[in-house]
């Protein structure tokens, strides 16, 4: 889950993960078409598109697949439109969450939205909601079993990371999105594989729930995470410690 970035890894690092490996590959595919849509296929040309390319990346997606994508957009293999939205809203015990879509038919999408919240205990909210509680930072994670603590932290704040913490067996780097790019970069320079890695939604505080309700807002934002027009869920649920789904 997006919005809790810790759990997120830490799903990732026991590989439960792995049975939506096609379905994170169909929305980079998505991400990397509308960035070479909007700025062109060149990736040095077009920081929204390079930054797209090296999330598949991290998250080893196969070359083919980027090229593919980079000439859907650019109209060489037939161009879908998609539009980018917002969408606002709350969980089960009030938790915050942000849904970004990016979609062929906003119809479509937002009443999908809409019914997920509804049918899962949670409402959607007006804009300006709930974003004012999050800021846009990029997050790169690594497993600490097999990599290097010290040495991310020397080559990611070199690179110009704002912070590096591990927690519960997860090495997270955090940076602004400008110098994203830039550490992602250093780090992979040095052989360093990350479990995830995006310019994410982050809460300025965490809302922590009991066992029950925090399950409840997990289910909400896996069915979230499953529509073919959802790209990215963020919330500021905090996972209470001792917690299996």
Known sequence: MSGHSKWATIKHAKGAADAKRGQMFTKFIKEISIAARMGGGDANANPRLRTAILKARAANMPKDN??????????????????????????????????????????RAAANVRNLFSKNGGNLGATGSVAYMFNRKGVIEYDASVCDEDMIMEVGLEAG???????????TVTTDPLN??????????????????AI????????????????????????LEEDDDVQNVYSNLDIPEGFEE
């Open 161 to 171: 990371a704002d912070d590096v913490a591990n927690d519960d067996g997860v090495i």
């Open 180 to 197: 994203f790019e830039a550490v992602l970069e250093a780090l992979q320079a040095k052989g360093l594989e990350s479990l995830s890695a």
């Open 66 to 107: 980027i090229e593919r994508a980079i000439k859907k957009g650019t109209g060489e293999l037939g161009a879908t439109t998609f539009e980018e939205l917002l969408y606002e809203g709350y969980g089960p015990g009030g938790v915050a969450i942000l849904v970004e879509v990016l979609t062929d038919n906003k119809n």
């Open 200 to 223: 994410s939604m982050v809460p300025d505080t965490y809302s922590e729930l009991d066992v029950d309700t925090t399950r409840k807002v997990l289910k909400l934002v896996d069915k």
